[in-house]
């Protein structure tokens, strides 16, 4: 993007989008100073939050509590392997999809299009009896398969491949290129982009992701970080432990913080709809 | 030995049939050109001989050997694209790298070839920069390059410069024919610009509707046209075609035009010209403006170009049959002037009903 664009925005955009950011941020930063507090201050008034004396010592608890060492390692984890794993199957189905000719292509697209109609909570009741008849509950194949069939990234992959003109496939393969080697060298790394917004929204959304881990993890040693601090909210750390609390929600917020940081460039593009650019 | 050779070759898409009982030898070295409308299976035909399309019936062979079993990159054949089909995310370079690595190239040899490729083309400049930072014309260069550095007994060109502007067209027109004269590779132009195909052809496939029409030198294709189609796809402005009731005089043919004009031919005469009704074929430059009252025809001009060298005048016949006409640089000729037409009838063709041509002198 070019600066002159940038430049000519009008002064009341300008301080409209200020203080909507702002009101977003808001909520943030009460979550960030009462992580601040000891929370004994806290439970006599919240108030005291805008005043010092302000202190780490919930994130040298939570470092010190093991569970949430844990906890975050099974996140990362999970949602790493998950994303690992719908990059690997999207983009081989989209190529498939867009670039090899067989019977049933259209249909089997098709199916895959339903797939995206259809809301987890249809199926969740079904996929909780297989993985209990299987005992597969309380392992990470259990976290992470479901979220393998993802049928946005199938999708994504497929029109980006076929958005891709055939002549640069056929002049690899002028070039004396293997099918495969048209794949690897080729077309995969013209998909870079397709490939960061699908990784970074399978990221997030397997680090968000409750209701499956919920249900499946049971085994406290087992919880990703969402589960494990919706956990923590229900013993005496809710009541007592306000500080620690929200030291636990900043922290288990950090890691998307810093992929977000990383791949800036890529999000932005994402959510402005210009990945294809 | 022929560069190469299609024997009976046929490709259809579905039910649709593409290209039909092709055959064609292409002498070593040799520029041969593939010349028809938008849809007539010139790029099929280049796509075949390339191993992207599998034919359906006959043979390929290149420098001997048969290839349609082969897949694109046995072939030893280079192509150039008409969008170009440059790896977007590679620079320059490895874009020219790419194949000769694919193929087991030593990398001495990859920049030995890849520094004579550049300075033939003149693309050192951007070496390092990749195709999205390039102009059209040096994204083309850039493709004939990677032509280039592999070597090839073949090389196929589909349309390659119909996205250049036309000075740039016109450049690189000229730079083909140079790099032919360097080379002495056979080569295989596809374009539906007639232009192209006269400067650069030593010969011209003129193809239509899935069939060879014609195939001969430059000269052969615009003066003895095989058929209609060809004359009229030959040539600008347009070739005259006229319906005409032929008749014998004397062996020879004489033909007799809409507004009652009788035009003598050199032509021999062919009883095939009698049946059906024939047409007459006469390229503007044979059609000259003179005096009212001189030549064979009187007629009136409607529409006068002026440009520069000499002056086209669309002129009717006294029927109202209009004909593209010529007149010298400086005529002074306006729409509406009464004028007379000299016709040549020695430089004048007839087709019979099915289209064939028949033309003065030997066959
Ligand atoms: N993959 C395909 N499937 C079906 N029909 C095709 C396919 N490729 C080409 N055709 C058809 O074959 C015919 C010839 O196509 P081709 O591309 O060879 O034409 P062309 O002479 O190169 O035309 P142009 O000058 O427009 O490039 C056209 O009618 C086209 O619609
Ligand atoms: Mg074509």
Same mark, same amino acid.
């Given at each position: 993007?070019?600066? @002159?664009?940038?430049?000519?925005?009008?002064?009341?955009?300008?301080?409209?989008?200020?203080?909507?950011?702002?009101?977003?941020?808001?909520?943030?930063?009460?979550?960030?100073?009462?992580?601040?507090?000891?929370?004994?201050?806290? *439970?006599?008034?919240?108030?005291? @939050? &805008?005043?010092?004396?302000?202190?780490?010592?919930?994130?040298?608890?939570?470092?010190?509590?093991?569970?949430?060492?844990?906890?975050?390692?099974?996140?990362?984890?999970?949602?790493?392997? *998950?994303?690992?794993?719908?990059?690997?199957?999207?983009?081989?189905?989209?190529?498939?999809?867009?670039?090899?000719?067989?019977?049933?292509?259209?249909?089997?697209?098709?199916?895959?299009?339903?797939?995206? @109609?259809?809301?987890?909570?249809?199926?969740?009741?079904?996929?909780?009896?297989?993985?209990?008849?299987?005992?597969?509950?309380?392992?990470?194949?259990?976290?992470?398969?479901?979220?393998?069939?993802?049928?946005?990234?199938?999708?994504?992959?497929?029109?980006?491949?076929?958005?891709?003109?055939?002549?640069?496939?056929?002049?690899?393969?002028?070039?004396?290129?293997?099918?495969?080697?048209?794949?690897?060298?080729?077309?995969?790394?013209?998909?870079?982009?397709?490939?960061?917004?699908?990784?970074?929204?399978?990221? &997030?959304?397997?680090?968000?992701?409750?209701?499956?881990?919920?249900?499946?993890?049971?085994?406290?040693? *087992?919880?990703?970080?969402?589960?494990?601090?919706? @956990?923590?909210?229900?013993?005496?750390?809710?009541?007592?432990?306000?500080?620690?609390?929200?030291?636990?929600?900043?922290?288990?917020?950090?890691?998307?913080?810093?992929?977000?940081?990383? &791949?800036?460039?890529?999000?932005?593009?994402?959510?402005?709809?210009?990945?294809?650019? | 030995?022929?560069?190469?050779?299609?024997?009976?070759?046929?490709?259809?898409?579905?039910? #649709?049939?593409?290209?039909?009982? #092709?055959?064609?030898?292409?002498?070593?070295?040799?520029?041969?050109?593939?010349?028809?409308?938008?849809?007539?299976?010139?790029?099929?035909?280049?796509?075949?001989?390339? +191993?992207?399309?599998?034919?359906?019936?006959?043979?390929? %062979?290149?420098?001997?050997?048969?290839?349609?079993?082969?897949?694109?990159?046995?072939?030893?054949?280079?192509?150039?694209?008409?969008?170009?089909?440059?790896?977007?995310?590679?620079?320059?370079?490895?874009?020219?790298?790419?194949?000769?690595?694919?193929?087991? =190239?030593?990398?001495?040899?990859?920049?030995?070839?890849?520094?004579?490729?550049?300075?033939?083309?003149?693309?050192?400049?951007?070496?390092?920069?990749?195709?999205?930072?390039?102009?059209?014309?040096?994204?083309?260069?850039?493709?004939?390059?990677?032509?280039?550095?592999?070597?090839?007994?073949? !090389?196929?060109?589909?349309?390659?410069?119909?996205?250049?502007?036309?000075?740039?067209?016109?450049?690189?027109?000229?730079?083909?024919?140079?790099?032919?004269?360097? %080379?002495?590779?056979?080569?295989?132009?596809?374009?539906?610009?007639?232009?192209?195909?006269?400067?650069?052809?030593?010969?011209?496939? #003129?193809?239509?509707?899935?069939?060879?029409?014609?195939?001969?030198?430059?000269?052969?294709?615009?003066?003895?046209?095989?058929?209609?189609?060809?004359?009229?796809? =030959?040539?600008?402005?347009?070739?005259? %075609?006229?319906?005409?009731?032929?008749?014998?005089?004397?062996?020879?043919?004489?033909?007799?035009?809409?507004?009652?004009?009788?035009?003598?031919?050199?032509?021999?005469?062919?009883?095939?010209?009698?049946?059906?009704?024939?047409?007459?074929?006469?390229?503007?430059?044979?059609?000259?403006?003179?005096?009212?009252?001189?030549?064979?025809?009187?007629?009136?001009?409607?529409?006068?170009?002026?440009?520069?060298?000499?002056?086209? =005048?669309?002129?009717?016949?006294?029927?109202?049959?209009? %004909?593209?006409?010529?007149?010298?640089?400086?005529?002074? =000729?306006?729409?509406?002037?009464?004028?007379?037409?000299?016709?040549? +009838?020695?430089?004048?063709?007839? !087709?019979?009903?099915?289209?064939?041509?028949?033309?003065?002198?030997?066959?």
């Amino acid at each position: 993007m070019s600066s @002159a664009a940038v430049r000519r925005v009008p002064r009341a955009a300008v301080i409209g989008v200020t203080m909507a950011a702002g009101l977003m941020v808001l909520p943030m930063l009460w979550v960030l100073i009462l992580s601040l507090k000891d929370s004994s201050a806290l *439970m006599a008034d919240t108030t005291t @939050a &805008f005043s010092p004396p302000w202190t780490l010592v919930n994130y040298a608890n939570i470092v010190g509590d093991g569970q949430v060492a844990v906890w975050l390692l099974n996140s990362t984890i999970v949602s790493l392997l *998950m994303t690992g794993g719908v990059l690997f199957l999207s983009s081989l189905a989209g190529y498939g999809f867009a670039r090899l000719e067989f019977p049933g292509r259209n249909i089997l697209f098709i199916v895959v299009l339903f797939g995206l @109609a259809i809301p987890e909570q249809a199926v969740i009741i079904g996929r909780h009896q297989l993985f209990a008849a299987a005992e597969m509950h309380n392992t990470y194949t259990a976290l992470v398969m479901p979220g393998l069939s993802a049928p946005f990234g199938v999708f994504l992959m497929t029109q980006y491949f076929r958005a891709i003109p055939r002549e640069i496939d056929e002049a690899a393969m002028l070039d004396g290129a293997s099918r495969f080697r048209v794949f690897w060298r080729v077309l995969l790394p013209l998909t870079v982009p397709a490939q960061a917004t699908l990784g970074i929204f399978t990221f &997030f959304h397997a680090w968000n992701d409750y209701w499956w881990p919920l249900i499946s993890a049971t085994n406290r040693d *087992m919880l990703t970080l969402t589960v494990g601090i919706a @956990a923590s909210q229900q013993n005496f750390a809710q009541a007592e432990g306000l500080g620690f609390l929200m030291a636990q929600a900043v922290f288990a917020g950090l890691p998307v913080l810093i992929i977000y940081v990383i &791949f800036q460039k890529y999000i932005v593009r994402a959510v402005a709809g210009a990945a294809g650019q | 030995m022929a560069g190469v050779e299609l024997s009976g070759v046929s490709k259809r898409f579905g039910d #649709v049939s593409v290209i039909d009982n #092709v055959s064609l030898e292409i002498a070593q070295g040799e520029f041969v050109v593939f010349l028809g409308p938008s849809g007539c299976g010139k790029s099929t035909l280049l796509r075949l001989v390339a +191993g992207l399309e599998q034919l359906d019936e006959g043979a390929i %062979l290149i420098d001997g050997n048969r290839v349609d079993n082969l897949p694109p990159g046995k072939r030893d054949v280079a192509m150039v694209f008409q969008h170009y089909a440059l790896y977007p995310h590679m620079t320059v370079r490895d874009n020219l790298a790419f194949g000769l690595r694919n193929t087991g =190239v030593s990398e001495d040899e990859i920049g030995g070839r890849i520094a004579t490729a550049v300075e033939k083309l003149e693309i050192g400049d951007f070496l390092q920069r990749r195709p999205g930072q390039l102009s059209g014309g040096q994204k083309q260069r850039v493709a004939i390059a990677r032509a280039i550095v592999k070597q090839p007994k073949l !090389f196929l060109f589909d349309e390659p410069l119909s996205n250049l502007d036309a000075a740039l067209r016109a450049r690189t027109r000229i730079e083909l024919a140079q790099l032919h004269q360097q %080379l002495r590779t056979t080569m295989i132009f596809v374009t539906h610009d007639q232009v192209e195909a006269m400067t650069l052809a030593d010969r011209i496939v #003129v193809i239509n509707e899935r069939r060879i029409e014609q195939i001969g030198t430059p000269m052969e294709v615009y003066r003895r046209p095989a058929t209609s189609f060809v004359a009229s796809f =030959v040539g600008t402005p347009k070739i005259n %075609l006229v319906p005409v009731t032929a008749a014998n005089a004397g062996g020879l043919a004489a033909a007799r035009m809409p507004d009652g004009t009788l035009l003598e031919t050199t032509i021999p005469w062919d009883e095939a010209l009698a049946r059906d009704g024939a047409t007459l074929g006469l390229r503007p430059e044979n059609v000259r403006i003179t005096g009212a009252t001189q030549g064979q025809a009187p007629a009136t001009a409607r529409v006068v170009e002026r440009l520069g060298e000499r002056t086209i =005048v669309y002129a009717a016949l006294a029927d109202g049959t209009l %004909l593209t006409t010529e007149d010298r640089g400086d005529s002074t =000729v306006q729409p509406g002037d009464e004028v007379g037409l000299a016709i040549d +009838g020695n430089a004048a063709h007839l !087709f019979a009903a099915d289209g064939t041509g028949h033309h003065a002198g030997a066959a």
